[in-house]
């Protein structure tokens, strides 16, 4: 799949997938600006997701992710590392798949619970053993992953791997 030089690249998938570092390799090997919404969402509130959550609630994280998710799709040819979460806004996928081409990052719970380690600051994974909660949202959250995606990549590997193979995949 050839995606126009303007069209954004939007990385989607659990955490832990590597959706930030394969997303800041992608840029750089693809001349593009690169967004993570996560550090852009604690940006726009001043402080950070676990912050957020513990004095806002989830409800307002997710609102303004969807605004950060929404504003990064208009970034013409853009690399954009989506929260875990963003999935659950139908309106910011809609302004993603109208931008570009959604990219899902495939990762194995036990894989991603390796990379998170104890899942410190990460509120959805907080109070519990990781890797059975990452297993959950993975399987909450998979079918969406892959409805979405137009490009579904094996996020197991090596950062570097991961980024050629998104480079092949859509043909950058």
Known sequence: MKIAPAGTVALIGPMGAGKSEVGALLARM???PFIDTDRAVEAAAGMSIAQIFQSRG??????IEEEVVKESALRKGAVIACGGGAVES??????????????YLRIDATSA??????????PLL?????????????Q?????YEELADLTVDANGPPQQVAESI???LAL
């Open 90 to 103: 139908a309106s910011a996928m809609s302004a993603l798949a109208r931008s570009g081409a959604i990219v």
């Open 140 to 144: 909450e959250r998979s079918g969406r």
């Open 113 to 122: 619970a390796a990379r998170l380690g104890s899942g410190e600051g990460r």
């Open 58 to 63: 989830e409800k307002e994280f997710r609102r």
């Open 126 to 138: 907080g109070g519990g053993e990781v890797e059975q909660k990452l297993t959950k949202l993975i």
């Open 30 to 32: 693809s001349h593009r």
């Open 167 to 169: 480079t092949e995949g």
